[in-house]
T-cell receptor, first 112, second 115 residues
Framework: QKEVEQNSGPLSVPEGAIASLNCTYSDRVSQSFFWYRQYSGKSPELIMSIYSNGDKEDGRFTAQLNKASQYVSLLIRDSQPSDSATYLCAVARTQYGQNFVFGPGTRLSVLP | SAVISQKPSRDICQRGTSLTIQCQVDSQVTMMFWYRQQPGQSLTLIATANQGSEATYESGFVIDKFPISRPNLTFSTLTVSNMSPEDSSIYLC????????????FGPGTRLTVL
């Protein structure tokens, strides 16, 4: 079983819709979770971090964490064509450390 | 967040040669990391660059192949040694965020092609 799993996509949504990206992880001691956006040919850009169960909102982005189900998601409201990118889920392998394990990424395409 | 630069941004190298990639940060950071992103793949952690001591390598990566230096809190190098076409990847350095949060921020990356 891979440590961090994501649907590879592509996920296509119309402009203005809500895009929902999902991530599951296998290591129960993981405590820190991150979403990165990566445009083609660019390096990953941190867009959300979440550490506690529940929802965390930042502008059009909402991260959701459920440690019992080992599940983290990212919702993008009012999706724009500029949101078209690959979204990477990262999990800190140790309870306090920064050794990240990245999922394979989900490619999102927002259609005008 | 810190401004991170990498040199070179890209290179084309011959099999059997070595390339050293530099990562420079505009402020002192405790944690620096090196990742590899193979074509069409996600990121894989190569090692944690420790200031003043040997790097900590992940499973599957060894010091002889990927020697790392970290002479101070703003600079690190990764060398890809005795390269083969399988080493063609993007190599990224990242730094830990401020304030004790274990976020990471990435440099622009070095695109390496080995012929």
């Amino acid at each position: 079983q891979k440590e961090v799993e994501q649907n590879s996509g592509p996920l296509s949504v119309p402009e203005g819709a809500i895009a929902s990206l999902n991530c599951t992880y296998s290591d129960r001691v993981s405590q820190s979770f991150f979403w990165y956006r990566q445009y083609s040919g660019k390096s990953p850009e941190l867009i959300m971090s979440i550490y506690s169960n529940g929802d965390k909102e930042d502008g059009r982005f909402t991260a959701q964490l459920n440690k019992a189900s080992q599940y983290v998601s990212l919702l993008i409201r009012d999706s724009q064509p500029s949101d078209s990118a690959t979204y990477l889920c990262a999990v800190a392998r140790t309870q306090y450390g920064q050794n990240f394990v990245f999922g394979p990424g989900t490619r999102l395409s927002v259609l005008p | 967040s810190a401004v991170i630069s990498q040199k070179p941004s890209r290179d084309i190298c011959q099999r059997g040669t070595s390339l050293t990639i530099q990562c420079q940060v505009d402020s002192q950071v405790t944690m620096m990391f090196w990742y590899r992103q193979q074509p069409g793949q996600s990121l894989t952690l190569i090692a944690t660059a420790n200031q003043g001591s040997e790097a900590t390598y992940e499973s599957g990566f060894v010091i002889d192949k990927f020697p790392i230096s970290r002479p101070n809190l703003t600079f690190s190098t990764l060398t890809v040694s005795n390269m083969s076409p399988e080493d063609s990847s993007i190599y990224l350095c990242s730094v830990g965020g401020p304030g004790g949060l274990n976020e990471q921020f990435f440099g622009p990356g070095t695109r390496l092609t080995v012929l």
